[in-house]
């Protein structure tokens, strides 16, 4: 597939996303809000795990210190959403950043576990904190992200082009980022660390600023979810969300753009379904546990890696076939795209 | 860089092709479900759908609860339900004010416990499912982040699974709580106390949460003014492995009574802890400790255990004997897809509520959203019922508490169950709305 196509191709997604408030009901697009959150959340973990190569299951925190921060700033101390925003992702990078720390010195399983304590942590400070939070019952906001009056488009539509574009910039900005000589070292920290190193790249600091940098976006997440739900509770940021989201990213495929969008579609279309075909709920975690083998045998690049094996077959049968052996190669071997230095 | 500002601008560009013609759509950019409408009383800005979910021979209900996830364990109303409306269903259905008798089609959705899951399920069953009312709606969490959603369209949400407080606020008078509220528990057991032990000291182990303090605020509220002192109070975190240091605390006290608001397997290891401990005070316990859990207590722990509860023991054969809605229930659980893996006693409450349902349209005004809640509001159910004799099942507009009455059991270990003894204590009428302040 060449670069015309993708182009199109991207074009017309986003295109038949800004217009769907025009030709969908309320109930649908209150879900898109979820899975474009969801897919923010899903691509800052893509950031640290699939780029960089740094593991996290606490990522359910960071996006719950924004949403909370968000849910406190507006409620209890009067601020504006826009206020919150920069804020929030302040906050839960400024977190990130910290807890980032520790991954100078350990990598693999045993920084995947300080994060795991980080997301078993987190949903015990609402409860502590019951009074300015409502602990477990959660907090509901009276203030919604409304439409200005001018645009006279109802507050649900407004809050989904609010949530696309914070989206699209994101995911625009991770592109970029990829294709930068940053990017470069960031990809070449998860592949060759001790190269890279020797190569000139700071390994310390490159990898901290990813860890805030992957806060910051689970932090507008945060934002995000707290703008659609007008709610938060500790339940909504356990550590099974960050687990999803790690499950997200898998069956999507690390290291893509379009990973993460399918990924947060199947975390929220998938619950859905089970229930509508009357498989028994109960089975939805076991469905889940089955996919992740599946997709892990049979698609090590996810969901967008197949997609991209796909195309790239479709597209080499029109061309002369490449040298006989050259396996096609996965999204996720993005590195290759770009000249080595 | 690169030429992809052009996709963005291509994406803006098809925007405002959807702005420019987007009066004439009728998806959710046009959506008006908050726009205000006529309407006094109950249906003060509500919008025109009183009769959504109705049909001349149906009825549309729906519920969100777990089903999956770590507390599907408590879910087992689902089946006690269905069960009930597969029962009222043979019989041709419920009967109306109209006359006209509909047959119940439950729509249920899965929120594994998590709040904005089950908003998000509320939000699909009335606005998509378009169903007339909700029913068993559960958990306290997902009641309050889906009460706006509930307020707006004016659904009644009838016979919530919770005890929170904050279901009997009258500034959301579309939802009603079905089980006994926290606070009022409390406050009848601080009432037990202040008329039967004027003058004793406690020790209160207290879930540090809106649970536990809903609890406490009623106790207090009950004890005031009386000689009833208390003496020490120790908290934990729901999340704690272990109150051990809390019970060592109170235990130091010697106080005459422990009061334990701790529930599940927490509340079965403090009360351990006490009777480890050599201290042996009167034990005052909030009702959220099922039998089941009491058999699996050191011998000796239970033994000046007390609680009160509103429901009939039906882990003590003789009273299931004796019931004979009790025997109907299980008939018709029996005949229930799925139910065989249920605990029938948890699953009961999924029949009182739909028993409750029954009554409320049978005794509506109107057969629509508003005068079947304002039926909801003020009730007087005297049918079949699992609810121990004694407790009155009412509401009014200005309290909207089903169940204000309490009978007090001890826990008896030889035989496995708990005794009932005294009277019924029921404030019914006496308790107004009230926040958990803490």
Redesign the interface.
């Known amino acids: 597939m060449n670069k015309t196509t993708n182009?199109i191709l991207?074009?017309v997604l986003?295109?038949a996303l800004?217009?769907?408030?025009?030709?969908?009901?309320?109930?649908?697009?209150?879900?898109f809000q979820?899975v474009i959150y969801l897919s923010v959340a899903v691509m800052s973990l893509n950031v640290l795990t699939g780029f960089n190569g740094q593991a996290s299951i606490g990522h359910s925190a960071f996006m719950g210190i924004a949403a909370y921060f968000t849910a406190l700033a507006v409620q209890s101390h009067g601020w504006s959403y826009w206020a919150a925003l920069p804020a929030s992702v302040l906050v839960a990078a400024l977190v990130g950043a910290a807890a980032g720390v520790p991954a100078l010195r350990i990598r693999g399983m045993n920084l995947a576990l300080v994060t795991l304590g980080l997301a078993m942590v987190f949903p015990?400070l609402p409860?502590?904190f019951?009074?300015e939070t409502?602990?477990?019952?959660?907090m509901?906001l009276d203030e919604s992200l409304g439409a200005p009056a001018f645009?006279a488009?109802?507050?649900?539509?407004w809050r989904?082009?609010v949530l696309l574009t914070l989206a699209?910039l994101a995911f625009?900005l991770v592109?970029?980022t990829r294709?930068s000589r940053l990017g470069r070292s960031i990809i070449a920290i998860r592949d060759q660390p001790i190269a890279a190193h020797t190569a000139g790249v700071n390994v310390a600091a490159t990898k901290i600023s990813v860890f805030a940098v992957s806060a910051g976006m689970a932090g507008l997440a945060g934002w995000m979810?707290t703008v659609t739900?007008?709610?938060v509770?500790p339940?909504?940021f356990t550590v099974?969300v960050s687990i999803n989201l790690l499950l997200g990213m898998a069956v999507g495929g690390s290291g893509t753009l379009l990973g993460p969008v399918i990924g947060a579609a199947f975390l929220h279309y998938v619950?859905?379904a089970v229930?509508a075909t009357g498989i028994?709920?109960?089975?939805?975690?076991v469905l889940y546990g089955l996919v992740l083998i599946l997709v892990v045998y049979f698609l090590p690049g996810g969901a967008a890696g197949g997609l991209a094996q796909l195309a790239k077959r479709f597209s080499t049968a029109r061309k002369p076939s490449p040298p006989a052996g050259e396996p096609a190669r996965p999204v996720s071997q993005l590195t290759s795209s770009t000249p080595n230095p | 860089?690169?030429p992809?500002p052009k996709?963005?601008l291509?994406?803006?560009a098809?925007?405002a092709?959807?702005?420019a013609?987007?009066a004439c759509?009728g998806?959710?950019?046009?959506?008006?479900?908050?726009a205000a409408a006529g309407g006094s009383g109950l249906t003060r800005n509500c919008p025109d759908n009183g009769t959504t979910g109705l049909t001349d021979t149906t009825i549309k209900l729906g519920l969100s609860q777990p089903?999956?996830?770590p507390y599907?364990s408590v879910g087992g109303q689902l089946y006690g339900m269905q069960a009930y409306f597969g029962y009222i269903n043979s019989q041709g259905g419920i009967k109306g004010p109209d006359g006209k008798r509909r047959k119940v089609e439950l729509v249920y959705?899965?929120d594994?416990?998590?709040?904005?899951k089950a908003?998000?399920n509320v939000?699909?069953l009335i606005?998509?499912d378009k169903v007339f009312a909700l029913l068993g709606q559960f958990g306290?969490?997902g009641n309050?982040?889906a009460?706006?959603v509930i307020a707006q369209q004016c659904v009644p949400s009838l016979f919530a699974t919770t005890g929170?407080p904050?279901l009997a606020n009258p500034k959301y008078p579309w939802a009603i709580a079905g089980s006994i509220s926290y606070m009022v528990e409390g406050r009848i057991l601080g009432k037990y106390v202040r008329d039967t032990t004027p003058n004793a000291t406690v020790a209160v182990l207290e879930q540090?949460?809106?649970?536990g303090?809903a609890y406490r605020q009623g106790f207090d509220q009950a004890i005031a003014g009386s000689g009833v002192k208390v003496v020490k109070t120790e908290t934990f975190?729901?999340?704690d492995p272990d109150v051990k240091n809390q019970i060592t605390t109170l235990a130091a006290t010697k106080a005459d009574l422990y009061f334990n608001i701790s529930s599940g397997l927490t509340g079965l290891q403090a009360l351990n802890h006490v009777h480890e401990s050599g201290w042996k005070p009167q034990v005052i316990q909030v009702s959220q400790l099922p039998t089941p859990l009491l058999n699996k207590l050191q011998p000796g722990a239970g033994d000046k255990l007390i609680l009160g509860t509103t429901g009939q023991d039906f882990t003590n054969p003789e009273v299931v004997r004796n019931s004979a809605e009790y025997q109907l229930y299980l008939q018709w659980l029996r005949r229930t897809p799925?139910a065989d893996k249920i605990d029938p006693i948890s699953a009961s409450l999924g029949w009182t509520q739909g028993r409750l349902f029954d009554w409320t349209v049978q005794h509506a005004k109107s057969m629509d959203r508003a005068g079947v809640m304002e039926s909801a509001r003020n009730l007087d159910y005297t049918g079949p019922t699992f609810t121990l004799p004694g407790i009155k099942i009412r509401t009014t507009p200005g309290d909207p508490h089903l169940l204000e009455g309490l009978r007090f059991h001890r826990f008896d270990r030889g035989k496995g169950h708990l005794v009932p003894f005294g009277e019924v204590i029921d404030i019914d009428g006496q308790v107004k709305y009230e926040a958990v302040t803490?």
Do not use: C
Request: charged share 20%; proline share 4%.
């Open positions: 182009r991207w074009a986003l295109g800004v217009l769907a408030p025009f030709f969908v009901g309320t109930v649908e697009i209150s879900a979820k015990q409860v502590r019951t009074e409502g602990g477990t019952q959660g509901i645009l488009v109802s507050d649900v539509a989904y082009w699209v625009w592109r970029n294709a979810f739900n007008q709610f509770s339940s909504d099974l619950p859905d229930t028994d709920p109960v089975l939805t975690p | 860089m690169h992809r996709i963005m291509m994406a803006a098809l925007g092709v959807g702005l013609a987007g759509g998806g959710a950019v046009n959506d008006t479900s908050g089903l999956s996830g599907v959705k899965d594994a416990y998590t709040a904005t908003k998000a939000d699909q606005n998509r306290t969490a309050l982040a009460r706006p929170a904050e540090d949460d809106d649970l303090k975190e729901a999340s799925g803490g």
